[in-house]
């Protein structure tokens, strides 16, 4: 059973940056792959950025492409997103995800088994 916990959402003017992270802990070794995924009030969860651990590959949404960058650390025990050039259109509830089935579509939320709880971020104009 892996344990996600999601840290660094806060309120940020448009233009800014900030950094969540994603703690992960119990059977983190199992896990093939990890994304972010966000949701916004009245909305579907959507796909920001995925990473799968063997090789490095990462996925991005065409939305952020460019501004967010998605890593991790080699014992696959956190997970980072950095997010630049933000705005108010990526105000949402921002979720980190585990995955520990290969060959799974990474934007697909049903690809993912463990969810952390959500943490919020605002980006004011």
């Known amino acids: 059973q892996v344990q996600l916990v999601e840290s660094g959402g806060g309120l940020v003017q448009a233009g800014g940056s900030l950094r969540l992270s994603c703690a992960a802990s119990?059977?983190?070794?199992?896990?093939?792959?990890m994304g972010w995924f966000r949701q916004a009030p009245g909305k579907e969860r959507e796909f920001v950025a995925a990473?799968?651990?063997?090789?490095?590959?990462?996925y991005y949404a065409d939305s952020v492409k460019g501004r967010f960058t998605i890593s991790g650390d080699n014992a696959k025990d956190t997970l980072y997103l950095q997010m630049n050039s933000l705005k108010p259109e990526d105000t949402a509830v921002y979720f980190c995800?585990?995955?520990?089935?290969?060959?799974?579509?990474?934007?697909?939320?049903?690809?993912?088994?463990?969810w952390g709880q959500g943490t919020q971020v605002t980006v004011s104009s």
């Open positions: 119990g059977g983190t070794f199992s896990t093939y792959a």
């Open positions: 990473i799968r651990w063997s090789g490095g590959v990462t």
């Open positions: 995800a585990a995955s520990v089935r290969a060959g799974v579509l990474r934007n697909n939320p049903r690809g993912y088994d463990y």
